[in-house]
C-alpha cells in the first residue's frame, strides 16, 4: 500500500515502539576484548595511537580479565610480546611463552572466562612475517603450518578455550584440528580467522605488538581487499578442513563479506572491528569531531546487523558500560 495508507514513519514514533521492532540486538555478550600481554613488562605501557589500550605485564592482563568479567564479556582474546624474537618464532609454542603463562594465570584466577588466543607467528619472529621465511624471501606455507599447529597446541594445553589462527596460511586449519585431536584436544574449538585482508588498518595494532614486517608486506598471503568470492572461497574451506567459527578481518570495510560468509557458511561468524577502525574512532572523538559512544555503538551493531554472531573490538569494555546504562 502506498503513501499516505502507508507511512513508515509510524514505528519510528516513539522509543518503545522503535525497540519493538529492533531487528538487530548488541550486548556484551557478544564482545570479545583484545589483550596484549608482554613479557616482563611491569604494569602497563600506553598504546600511542589506541588511546585506553596498554600492553600488560600477566598480572595486569589478570586483572583485566577481571575487569571484562565484572562488565559481562564472555572473552578475552590474548596476543602475546615475547621477550624474544628470532628466525623462527620459538617463543609461540614454547610451553612458558608468554601467551602459555598468561592463559594458566587467566584461567586459574577467572575459570568463567573464555581465554581465546592468537595462532601466528608474527609477534615472535624477528622478521615480523606471519611464517617461516624460504630462500627466496617468501614466506614458506608448508613448513609454517607445522609450527603454526604446535602453537595453537602449547596454548591450548596451557588452557585456551579455543584458538584462532591468523596466519592465512593455506591448510593450517586442518594441521591444527589433527594435531590438537593427537594430543587429546578434540573439544578445544578453532576459530579461523579465514578472510583476513592485507589491510592497512592493521597499523596501529603492529605498533603495539611490534609485528610490522621487517621487509615486504603481507600481500602474498592476506587477502587482497577487492575479492569477496575468494573470501568466501576462504570460508568454506576452512569449514571443510574443521573451523568451528571463522572470522571476517577487519571489519567495517568489509560489512559484505561478513554478510557473505554467514550465509555461505551458516556457521557462527566472528568480525574483527581492528586497531585502525578503533584509532580513527578515538582521533575523532579525541579533536570532538565523533561523539564516541553513539559513534561506537552504532558502528558495533552495524557490524552485528551485517552477520556477526560475534564482534572482537578493543571498546568492547566501554560498549559493555554503555550497554548497562
Ligand atoms: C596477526 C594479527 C594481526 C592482527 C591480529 N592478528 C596483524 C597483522 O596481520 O598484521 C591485527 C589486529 C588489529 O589490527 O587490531 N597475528
Known amino acids: 500500500m502506498a503513501f499516505p495508507a502507508t507511512r513508515l514513519r509510524r514505528l519510528r ?3 518503545p515502539l522503535r525497540a519493538l521492532v529492533r531487528e538487530t540486538s548488541l550486548q556484551a555478550s557478544d564482545l570479545i576484548l583484545p589483550v596484549f600481554v608482554e613479557a616482563g613488562l611491569d604494569g602497563r605501557t600506553a598504546i600511542e595511537a589506541m588511546p585506553g589500550v596498554e600492553r600488560l605485564s600477566i598480572s595486569q592482563a589478570v586483572e583485566e580479565a577481571g575487569a571484562a568479567a565484572a562488565l ?8 602475546g610480546i615475547p621477550a624474544h624474537k628470532d628466525p623462527e618464532g620459538t617463543g609461540a609454542y614454547d610451553d612458558e ?9 587467566i584461567k586459574e584466577a ?13 609477534e615472535y619472529t624477528d622478521h615480523g612475517h ?3 621465511l624460504g630462500p627466496d624471501g617468501a614466506v614458506d606455507n608448508d613448513p ?3 609450527l603454526i599447529a604446535r602453537t595453537a597446541v602449547s596454548q591450548a594445553r596451557a588452557g585456551a578455550d579455543a584458538v584462532a589462527p591468523s596466519d592465512m596460511m593455506d ?5 591444527i584440528r589433527e594435531a590438537l585431536d593427537e594430543e587429546g584436544l578434540t573439544d578445544t574449538p578453532i576459530i579461523a580467522y579465514s578472510a583476513k585482508f592485507a589491510s592497512a588498518f592493521y597499523g596501529p595494532f603492529r605498533d603495539a605488538a611490534g609485528s610490522a614486517p621487517a621487509f615486504g608486506d603481507r600481500r602474498g598471503y592476506q587477502l587482497d581487499p577487492a575479492n569477496a568470492d575468494e573470501a568466501v572461497r576462504e570460508a568454506l574451506q576452512d569449514v571443510d578442513e574443521g573451523a568451528d567459527m571463522v572470522m571476517v578481518k577487519p571489519a567495517l570495510p568489509y560489512l559484505d563479506v561478513v554478510r557473505a560468509v554467514k550465509e555461505a557458511t551458516r556457521l557462527p561468524v566472528a568480525a574483527y572491528n581492528v586497531s585502525g577502525e578503533y584509532a580513527m574512532v578515538k582521533a575523532a572523538a579525541a579533536t570532538g569531531h565523533l561523539d564516541e559512544r553513539t559513534a561506537v555503538l552504532e558502528a558495533l551493531t552495524a557490524i552485528r546487523r551485517a552477520g556477526a ?7 568492547a569494555k566501554d560498549a559493555a558500560q554503555w550497554l548497562q546504562q
Open 97 to 105: 611463552g608468554i601467551v602459555q603463562l598468561a592463559t594458566r594465570a
Open 110 to 122: 577467572h575459570p568463567g572466562l573464555l581465554v581465546l588466543t592468537d595462532v601466528c607467528l608474527c
Open 309 to 315: 554472531d560475534v564482534v572482537i573490538t578493543y571498546h
Open 144 to 146: 609454517s603450518v607445522e
Open 72 to 79: 559481562g564479556l564472555p572473552g578475552v582474546l590474548l596476543f
Open 171 to 175: 591448510g593450517r586449519v586442518q594441521a
Open 130 to 132: 606471519c611464517g617461516l
Open 13 to 15: 514514533s516513539t522509543a
